[in-house]
């Protein structure tokens, strides 16, 4: 990527790797979403990605998502995809589309209270530490099974599929092994009904390997650098 090119430049270089990534694997392009992650991005620079036709986008921490909301326009789509605290979720509304952090039963608790003194029923996404990262948050393969069996319970919080976020130290043929694994995870789930839950969305791959995940079968990728550049 042309490290001086600006947003506009760089949304369009990213969509033509995504639109490759889907010709090799045989996909619709139009499966893919991609989610522009704007962490510790001005608004300026959202507001020159929306110029260049980006309407969805991503904030890891539900204070940042607070602040720049209300900058933007009302067609814009937002997801968090960071790790949410139980105690921030009475902060969010329905301009949330998707939560694709849900990693435990405290949280999933919480969301469905919220959900239902507000006549919200949350769409969310399971997280799952296919890697075995100890750095990072998510159940492991074994527990999903286990959790989706009582999201049933929780009337306000529907599952949409899973999420996951590639180990710091994998290769890149390392990272697509995750991303495979986590597909037929989800593959295997699928053949089950699960009330509450249907699993058609897979959430993988960033910046550095958003084609990968794409080529695995990702649905949403979550690119944040390749678009805004490194924060100066």
Same mark, same amino acid.
Request: aromatic share 4%; hydrophobic share 25%; charged share 35%.
């Given at each position: 990527m042309l490290a $001086?090119?600006?947003? @506009? +430049?760089?949304l369009n270089e990213v969509r033509r790797r995504i639109n490759q990534a889907a010709e090799r694997s045989k996909r619709d392009p139009s499966t893919i979403r991609l989610l522009a992650v704007s $962490?510790? +991005?001005? !608004?300026?620079? %959202? @507001?020159e990605a929306y110029r260049a036709g980006q309407r969805v986008f991503a904030e890891n921490r539900v204070q940042e998502w607070l602040e720049k909301a209300p900058n933007l326009p009302n067609d814009c789509q937002w997801h968090l995809v960071g790790r949410l605290q139980t105690n921030? !979720?009475?902060? %969010?509304?329905d301009k949330i589309a998707m939560i694709h952090s849900l990693d435990r039963l405290p949280l999933l608790e919480a969301l469905n209270i919220q959900g239902e003194r507000r006549s919200i029923v949350w769409t969310t996404l399971v997280q799952v530490n296919i890697a075995r990262d100890p750095a990072k948050a998510g159940l492991m393969p074994e527990e999903v099974a286990d959790f989706l069996s009582s999201v049933g319970d929780f009337p306000f919080v529907r599952i949409q599929g899973l999420m996951t976020i590639g180990a710091l130290e994998a290769s890149m043929t390392e990272t697509q092994g995750f991303f495979r694994q986590l597909r037929e995870l989800r593959d295997t789930l699928q053949s089950r009904k699960w009330p509450g839950a249907d699993l058609d969305e897979l959430s993988m791959g960033m910046s550095q390997d958003f084609e990968l995940a794409i080529e695995e079968g990702a649905t949403l990728v979550r690119v944040g650098r390749q678009i805004f550049g490194d924060r100066e």
């Open positions: $001086k090119a600006g947003i @506009e +430049q760089r $962490k510790n +991005q001005p !608004v300026s620079s %959202l @507001e921030k !979720v009475k902060y %969010l509304d």
